[in-house]
């Protein structure tokens, strides 16, 4: 049978963004993967659906793993002759159990490559605002366990003989033995009030930093809370500079945030929110259902070029509308002469990619103002309109243009429809007071939403309102709720600038 290969690969600290290329080469290629607790779990969507992917958790779950039993999984799999990729947290050689692996697999003839890692050291200081040397304060530093294997003497944990060390010490799986070890440095000459940081879940939505010293530390992590996975930073750099913590001082970090939209809003939605530090969590509580293929929208697309003004006011009616057009073989020339405007720009730039530029978007994006504004720009008396929405959308729009001298088709190129699948999940969520923020874009989006969660229990849990505008607003206030922040420009960008802004005017610490 023809033998596998072993990869030993570092998965980086925790931000599923600090892989290597080559890990991600490498896992690509993969026939099974065995991975550690500090792998973050989203890089298996790399390897192939199909690959078998093993978790060898140590300290939790239904059954630890032993380093005997991995070893003998891993033969045993690449015994198989399949590719195997051991993905470890951080660098695969530094703390983890790689020598013993790579030793197993000289022994048995199994070819296998090592793939480098960003290790929690690294990361932890570039991802709390800490250099670990600086040219007038440490100009070496060290990696050191905090932990040693318990079939090493105890000596070997005695921590005197770094006191004297000028330079940063980095302490990985310190945690446990923190009283001792800064005891031992102290008792072994060093300066009680030496600087120490903590960080703990490195490079995670998670993360906490804990700035102390020497002296105290122990104490005020046991007092705060802190705990394993951290770093320990000792020495003169671990004060760091709170201005350079560029990864904690982001906006939104750390912030729970549901967002209600589709799935495909959703998914811009939670980019946004991850870019500015926060966890989005989701609740698609609607749905979009695709009435492109229907005779009302056939027979409207054909005649687009036979009205004055076509009007968009959701990027769902932009993509639904060119679906339809795009289905009778024709393209953006079928608007002919029509006017087209858009409510919002960013309609308008879902617009310009498929060769239209809006004549005209409203300074506010409400659909009263829409109408006011456009009937500004010219006389609507006589003029045809064509409305390419939602079947759900409120007529106002039809009886402000309609009022102003307007004949309106108000065609439905799409309609919405709630989610009624149960979310449990969310609902405890809410519960346990883990969520901070619930986000609305539409009025649909606030019944749906409180179709399966109990508007007492928003109230009782205080969990904060976001509303992109007074559609939405007026939806959560009939249902005896006020929203925490609407946003001045109702756009989803519009909704996040007012979360930002209201966060900022309530920051608390990040311990
Ligand atoms: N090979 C790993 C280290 C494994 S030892 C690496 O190179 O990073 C496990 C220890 O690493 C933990 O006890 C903790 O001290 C540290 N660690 C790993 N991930 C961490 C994280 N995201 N934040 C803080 N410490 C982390």
């Given at each position: 049978?023809?033998?596998?290969?072993?990869?030993?690969v570092g998965a980086g600290p925790g931000d599923e963004t600090l892989i290597t290329l080559r890990a991600i080469?490498?896992?690509?290629?993969?026939?099974?993967?065995?991975y550690d607790g500090l792998a973050n779990e989203s890089l298996?969507?790399?390897?192939?659906?199909?690959?078998?992917?093993?978790?060898?958790?140590?300290?939790?779950?239904?059954?630890?793993?032993?380093?005997?039993?991995?070893?003998?999984?891993?033969?045993?799999?690449?015994?198989?002759?399949?590719?195997?990729?051991?993905l470890k947290g951080g660098d695969p050689g530094l703390f983890g159990?790689a020598?013993?692996?790579?030793?197993?697999?000289?022994?048995?003839?199994?070819?296998?490559?090592i793939v480098p890692g960003i290790t929690a050291g690294l990361a932890a200081a570039a991802y709390s605002g800490i250099f670990l040397t600086d040219?007038?304060?440490a100009?070496?530093v060290v990696f050191v366990t905090g932990?040693?294997?318990?079939?090493?003497?105890?000596?070997?944990?005695?921590?005197?003989?770094?006191?004297?060390?000028?330079?940063t010490i980095v302490l990985y799986m310190a945690m446990?033995?923190?009283?001792?070890?800064?005891?031992?440095?102290?008792?072994?000459?060093?300066?009680?009030?030496?600087?120490v940081a903590i960080v703990q879940n490195a490079t995670t939505t998670k993360q906490r930093l804990l700035k102390?010293?020497?002296?105290?530390?122990?104490?005020?992590?046991?007092?705060?809370?802190l705990g394993a996975p951290s770093i320990v930073i000792i020495g003169?750099t671990a004060?760091g500079n709170d201005?350079y913590n560029w990864f904690m001082n982001r906006?939104?970090f750390g912030?729970?945030?549901?967002?209600?939209?589709?799935?495909?809003?959703?998914?811009?939605?939670?980019?946004?929110?991850a870019?500015?530090g926060?966890v989005?969590?989701?609740?698609?509580?609607?749905?979009?259902?695709?009435?492109?293929?229907?005779?009302?929208?056939?027979?409207?697309?054909?005649?687009?070029?036979?009205?004055?003004?076509?009007?968009?006011?959701?990027?769902?009616?932009?993509?639904?509308?060119?679906?339809?057009?795009?289905?009778?073989?024709?393209?953006?020339?079928?608007?002919?002469?029509?006017?087209?405007?858009?409510?919002?720009?960013?309609?308008?730039?879902?617009?310009?990619?498929?060769?239209?530029?809006?004549?005209?978007?409203?300074?506010?994006?409400?659909?009263?103002?829409?109408?006011?504004?456009?009937?500004?720009?010219?006389?609507?008396?006589?003029?045809?309109?064509?409305?390419?929405?939602?079947?759900?959308?409120?007529?106002?729009?039809?009886?402000?243009?309609?009022?102003?001298?307007?004949?309106?088709?108000?065609?439905?190129?799409?309609?919405?429809?709630?989610?009624?699948?149960?979310?449990?999940?969310?609902?405890?969520?809410?519960?346990?007071?883990?969520?901070?923020?619930?986000?609305?874009?539409?009025?649909?989006?606030?019944?749906?939403?409180?179709?399966?969660?109990?508007?007492?229990?928003?109230?009782?849990?205080?969990?904060?309102?976001?509303?992109?505008?007074?559609?939405?607003?007026?939806?959560?206030?009939?249902?005896?709720?006020?929203?925490?922040?609407?946003?001045?420009?109702?756009?989803?960008?519009?909704?996040?600038?007012?979360?930002?802004?209201?966060?900022?005017?309530?920051?608390?610490?990040a311990v």
């Open positions: 049978m023809s033998k596998g290969k072993v990869y030993l080469q490498v896992l690509k290629l993969s026939e099974c993967v065995i298996l969507n790399y390897a192939p659906p199909e690959v078998e992917k093993i978790s060898v958790r140590k300290r939790t779950g239904p059954r630890p793993w032993t380093q005997p039993e991995i070893d003998t999984l891993l033969l045993e799999k690449a015994k198989e002759g399949k590719i195997v990729v051991r159990r020598p013993e692996e790579a030793a197993l697999c000289t022994q048995e003839g199994i070819p296998f490559e040219r007038d304060h100009s070496q932990r040693e294997a318990a079939t090493k003497s105890e000596e070997v944990l005695d921590y005197r003989f770094l006191s004297g060390f000028d330079g446990g033995n923190l009283d001792k070890i800064t005891s031992q440095l102290i008792e072994g000459g060093k300066n009680p009030a030496t600087p102390s010293q020497l002296d105290r530390v122990a104490k005020e992590c046991q007092e705060k809370g003169p004060v201005q906006p939104l912030k729970r945030i549901l967002i209600t939209r589709d799935p495909v809003g959703n998914d811009v939605f939670a980019a946004m929110l870019a500015v926060a989005p969590i989701r609740f698609d509580a609607i749905r979009i259902i695709d009435q492109s293929e229907s005779l009302e929208s056939k027979e409207a697309i054909l005649h687009l070029s036979e009205y004055d003004w076509v009007i968009f006011t959701s990027a769902n009616g932009v993509r639904h509308a060119f679906k339809a057009l795009h289905s009778t073989g024709k393209d953006a020339r079928a608007f002919g002469t029509a006017k087209v405007a858009c409510i919002g720009k960013q309609t308008a730039d879902i617009l310009e990619p498929f060769g239209i530029r809006a004549d005209f978007v409203p300074t506010k994006y409400t659909s009263e103002i829409m109408a006011k504004e456009l009937a500004e720009t010219e006389s609507l008396t006589g003029k045809c309109i064509l409305l390419l929405r939602s079947g759900i959308a409120p007529k106002d729009l039809v009886e402000a243009f309609t009022s102003a001298g307007a004949k309106v088709d108000d065609i439905a190129v799409y309609t919405v429809k709630p989610n009624t699948e149960k979310n449990e999940a969310i609902l405890e969520q809410i519960k346990a007071g883990e969520i901070d923020w619930v986000t609305f874009t539409s009025s649909s989006t606030v019944r749906s939403f409180f179709d399966q969660i109990p508007i007492q229990l928003a109230r009782s849990t205080g969990v904060k309102i976001g509303s992109i505008g007074p559609v939405a607003t007026q939806q959560v206030k009939d249902l005896g709720l006020e929203p925490t922040v609407e946003a001045d420009v109702h756009t989803v960008d519009g909704l996040l600038a007012a979360i930002e802004k209201y966060e900022e005017n309530h920051k608390e610490s």
